[in-house]
């Protein structure tokens, strides 16, 4: 009898256990979905508010490509706030009045960080098919707001070499065209993948795949 009520009892704790791993392995799994859900959305919520200022701005895209295609951008300042214009961004708007001063460079150089970590996380939550275009989008967008940076530094060290040469800011300098051109071409990358989401409905694409 006592041998009988042993094995029994091995039998229960044996079944008790598994079940115990059973509902770990469970609890394990919704957690682990619930993590994802919340890393895709987040996700999710920054890339719109980044696709949301190319739509409000691209109507006057043009302007400053133009702009930019014929000689110095005079107005950077201007087109970098109306790119950096939401929550998400707005900690570094005035850093491209301030370039290279301590505590904005710490701002911009944190939130420049923060870009590319994004961009290699989305392509690790999301599909292949999906995650590789938004990173291509935040990839650009990162570099677009970088080589900003970069021409206001080599814009303000020519104005201030004409300034102290008493003599008008030249349209040929090496220096200015190279960062100008940079410039150019992460501004038309940047609204071109912009449109590409759109048009290829990928976040749509997003949306379904965050909600299953």
Same mark, same amino acid.
């Given at each position: 009898?006592?041998?009988?009520?042993?094995?029994?009892?091995?039998?229960?704790?044996?079944?008790?256990?598994?079940?115990?791993?059973?509902?770990?392995?469970?609890?394990?799994?919704?957690?682990?979905?619930?993590?994802?859900?919340?890393?895709?959305?987040?996700?999710?919520?920054?890339?719109?508010? /980044?696709?949301? /200022?190319?739509?409000?701005?691209?109507?006057?895209?043009?302007?400053? $490509?133009?702009?930019?295609?014929?000689?110095?951008?005079?107005?950077?300042?201007?087109?970098?706030? !109306?790119?950096?214009?939401?929550?998400? /961004? &707005?900690?570094?708007?005035?850093?491209?009045?301030?370039?290279?001063?301590?505590?904005?460079?710490?701002?911009?150089? $944190?939130?420049?960080?923060?870009?590319?970590? /994004? !961009?290699? &996380?989305?392509?690790?939550?999301?599909? &292949?098919?999906?995650?590789?275009?938004?990173?291509?989008?935040?990839?650009?967008?990162?570099?677009? $707001?970088?080589?900003?940076?970069?021409?206001?530094?080599?814009?303000?060290? $020519?104005?201030?070499?004409?300034?102290?040469?008493?003599?008008?800011?030249?349209?040929?300098?090496?220096?200015?065209?190279?960062?100008?051109?940079?410039?150019?071409?992460?501004?038309?990358?940047?609204?071109?993948?912009?449109?590409?989401?759109?048009?290829?409905?990928?976040?749509?694409?997003?949306?379904?795949?965050?909600?299953?």
């Amino acid at each position: 009898m006592d041998q009988t009520w042993q094995i029994i009892v091995s039998v229960v704790t044996a079944f008790a256990a598994i079940v115990a791993l059973v509902i770990s392995i469970i609890q394990i799994s919704k957690s682990n979905k619930q993590s994802l859900f919340e890393r895709r959305l987040n996700a999710y919520l920054k890339i719109r508010w /980044l696709k949301s /200022l190319c739509d409000k701005n691209n109507s006057f895209k043009e302007s400053y $490509l133009k702009e930019a295609k014929e000689g110095p951008i005079l107005v950077l300042d201007m087109l970098f706030s !109306c790119m950096t214009n939401n929550s998400y /961004l &707005e900690e570094i708007q005035p850093v491209i009045n301030h370039v290279l001063e301590p505590e904005w460079q710490r701002k911009y150089l $944190l939130k420049i960080e923060e870009l590319r970590s /994004l !961009c290699e &996380e989305v392509r690790l939550i999301f599909p &292949e098919n999906i995650g590789y275009s938004l990173a291509d989008f935040i990839f650009y967008y990162e570099e677009m $707001l970088v080589s900003m940076y970069k021409y206001q530094i080599a814009l303000n060290h $020519l104005e201030k070499e004409c300034k102290e040469l008493n003599r008008p800011l030249p349209t040929d300098d090496s220096l200015e065209k190279n960062c100008r051109s940079v410039v150019v071409r992460n501004i038309e990358g940047t609204f071109e993948l912009s449109e590409r989401l759109f048009k290829e409905g990928t976040l749509e694409k997003t949306k379904k795949v965050i909600k299953l």
